[in-house]
């Protein structure tokens, strides 16, 4: 990396598609909204929480009591939004609110479309504004609004359900997921850029050791990385496993290798697919060169890297590759 070359960033998503089962408390709660209905339980004091837990928060007892509460309520605390995300329930300004419904003796957290910050405070009176499709889920309330908010101009409706499923096996998507810039320093930039020309490039450090992919600094004396190295095409099999469980999003069939590859002239492995030979066939030792993707696919990435494969040679015995295994 030149110093006139700027350090590679990159937008990221980190995601992972989390399918829940609700139980049968919440999952009353969730079928109850499917049919504009707002249930809380009864605690072992007589009072109503929203929305219901199977255990009370204060004696730890069992709670069964479903005891449907009121679709308006009064505002009891709130925050205004007013520069909304885009994972928050309305793209424009409003009130993260708790609401007491009628019937209710706890707060319910949810937003409140107000229009403006000073038609929001304390005591006023809201009401349930119900999502267009109902799914049984907590975005089945759009939000809340004032009590003398005009009704919508559609009329609420339960999306039909592929597999009906009782209360007590209610399951929804919930996937988590966040957004940030990635700022791949300096090392890692001239590693990136070297596999955009199909190049392994590592760095060396003051140690003298050789890192791929390379960190910021030298593992061994913690100073700074300093020499860009060109590697070879070709590696040793160090380390690898078997994948035999599919996973969502996964685009390469199972059962597959995923292998650490000692690249010829690094001191550390690189983590890569092993393709070209049946997954039984891969083992320690194993010679093995680097598959790139199409020329219409080069980017500054790492799935530049389509896999690694047998490259005819001898395998690499043991001995030398000990302090790796």
Not at 15 to 42: A, H, M, N, S
Not at 140 to 150: K, L, M, S, T
Not at 164 to 172: E, K
Not at 293 to 310: M, R, Y
């Amino acid at each position: 990396m030149t110093s006139g070359e700027p350090m590679l960033s990159e937008p990221w998503r980190f995601y992972f598609p989390y399918t829940r089962t609700t139980g049968p408390t919440v999952g009353e709660f969730l079928c109850g909204l499917r049919d504009q209905k707002i249930l809380g339980i009864r605690r072992t004091d007589g009072t109503v929480m929203v929305p219901p837990h199977p255990f009370d928060p204060v004696t730890s007892e069992t709670l069964t009591e479903m005891v449907e509460v009121g679709t308006e309520g009064e505002v009891s605390g709130w925050t205004w939004v007013a520069r909304p995300l885009q994972k928050h329930p309305l793209d424009r300004p409003f009130a993260f609110a708790l609401i007491e419904l009628d019937g209710s003796d706890t707060g319910f957290f949810h937003a409140v479309d107000a229009g403006d910050e000073n038609k929001m405070s304390t005591g006023m009176r809201v009401k349930v504004r119900w999502a267009e499709e109902l799914r049984g889920h907590i975005s089945d309330i759009a939000c809340f609004v004032p009590i003398d908010a005009p009704d919508p101009d559609y009329e609420p409706a339960p999306v039909e359900l592929e597999k009906p499923r009782p209360p007590d096996r209610w399951r929804y998507d919930s996937p988590f997921e966040t957004h940030y810039e990635i700022l791949a320093g300096k090392s890692m930039s001239v590693y990136l850029r070297g596999l955009q020309e199909r190049k392994l490039i590592g760095m060396r450090g003051p140690s003298g050791n050789v890192y791929i992919p390379p960190h910021g600094a030298d593992s061994t004396t913690g100073l700074a990385l300093e020499e860009p190295v060109e590697l070879g095409q070709n590696g040793t099999v160090v380390r690898f496993c078997i994948v035999n469980i599919p996973v969502r999003g996964q685009q390469v069939q199972v059962p597959f290798a995923a292998a650490n590859i000692l690249v010829d002239g690094a001191d550390n492995t690189l983590m890569a697919l092993v393709q070209g030979v049946p997954h039984e066939e891969v083992h320690i030792g194993m010679r093995v060169r680097c598959v790139w993707v199409d020329d219409d696919q080069l980017g500054a990435s790492e799935s530049n890297i389509k896999w690694f494969e047998p490259n005819g040679e001898p395998d690499r015995p043991l001995s030398e590759i000990e302090g790796y295994l």
